[in-house]
């Protein structure tokens, strides 16, 4: 097992080297940084001195070498370099150290703030919305499945197909658009659900913060609404499989209840291509909720980044495409450590 762990990590940095390289490298070239950092109104010798602290005065192989030891949790720096940059971690050695740190993903060319800190802050409500939409998913798209291979050939199971055929049909932003306009506007005033608005809001008199779910419940279902399809097909395929094999029939010939035969036979070696799904699923959900957040007004890494695109703000896109990545290759270790967990056929050598 910690073999395989291990290759699996291996193979996930040769991943994440491949995305460092594509992120940096495309956005050389989009508009000069010193410029975009101080505007037009800058004089020459400030733009020197961006230029100089930004690497920009370097060759481009150069600029990548110092943006890779950025980045890397594992690194040498100077002490110089620690104190202007202000890396956090476990520095070890004198003028020159081995640095475990977090990664420094620069500063934001418009708010002047650390890419990480803004980025940690986004982050909790994209995993709280996409935890949302997988939840809703996952438990509908489970028992819409399970329902619709025990009542084959029924209302039941047509009803389960025409409606997960719809889902993956529909575009998220063009779903999220008529979500929004009929439960936030036309029936607003009884479902009390705002048009926009992120997990948290200000009183008007106080100006003090304080949790607000409901805001969660229209990006959640938008999000929720295509892994809910998928689910409910490969729940469905899944389960009608198992359910012509032998040993269904064996314990069904042992008198065994239907329930039993179901959910402790069935259901768990149907279990396998859902799971690959839903861990997938949740990936892509991080990394593929730019629109809905940016619809719903949802405060998340996706609405950040739309923001930092109109503003050419490209030290926050490029730091939320790697944080993304990075995510997606740790749930991916995750869902194959689980399959063995999941499904007794499954063994990691």
């Not at 101080?38 to 060759?59: A, V």
């Not at 047509?158 to 008529?178: C, D, K, N, R």
């Not at 950040?304 to 495409?321: Q, Y």
Request: hydrophobic fraction near 50%; charged fraction near 15%.
């Amino acid at each position: 097992m910690i073999r395989y762990i291990l290759q699996k990590i291996i193979y996930a940095l040769l991943v994440l080297a491949g995305v460092v390289c594509i992120v940096f490298f495309l956005f050389q070239g989009f508009g000069d940084p010193a410029r975009l950092v101080l505007g037009q109104t800058g004089d020459s010798t400030t733009i020197q001195n961006i230029r100089k602290e930004l690497y920009l005065d370097q060759p481009k192989w150069k600029q990548f070498v110092y943006y890779v030891k950025d980045i890397s949790p594992v690194s040498i720096h100077s002490k110089e370099e620690i104190a202007q940059k202000q890396l956090k971690g476990i520095f070890i050695g004198g003028e020159t150290k081995f640095a475990i740190k977090l990664p420094y993903l620069r500063h934001s060319y418009q708010t002047k703030k650390d890419v990480l800190s803004i980025l940690s802050e986004a982050l909790p409500g994209t995993m709280l919305l996409a935890t949302a939409a997988m939840l809703f998913a996952t438990i509908l798209g489970i028992a819409l499945g399970v329902l619709a291979a025990v009542k084959q050939n029924t209302w039941w199971d047509t009803s389960a197909v025409f409606t997960s055929v719809l889902g993956i049909s529909a575009p998220s932003f063009f779903i999220g658009i008529l979500i929004a306009y009929f439960f936030a506007v036309i029936l607003g005033e009884y479902t009390g659900l705002n048009l926009t608005g992120s997990y948290y809001e200000y009183d008007d008199y106080t100006g003090e913060k304080y949790l607000s779910l409901k805001n969660l419940i229209l990006p959640a279902l938008t999000l929720g609404i295509r892994p809910l399809a998928i689910i409910t097909q490969l729940t469905r395929s899944a389960m009608l499989d198992v359910l012509n094999q032998d040993y269904i029939r064996t314990a069904y010939a042992k008198g065994l209840s239907k329930s039993t035969v179901i959910f402790k036979h069935a259901f768990r070696n149907a279990l396998n291509p859902v799971l690959t799904a839903v861990t997938g699923w949740f990936a892509e959900l991080l990394a593929g909720a730019f629109f809905v957040e940016y619809i719903f007004g949802w405060r998340g890494i996706g609405k950040i980044t739309v923001d930092a695109l109109d503003k050419l703000d490209f030290p926050v896109v490029m730091g939320s495409v790697l944080i993304t990545a990075t995510l997606f290759v740790i749930i991916n270790i995750l869902a194959d450590v689980l399959y063995s967990i999941v499904d007794p056929r499954v063994k990691i050598d």
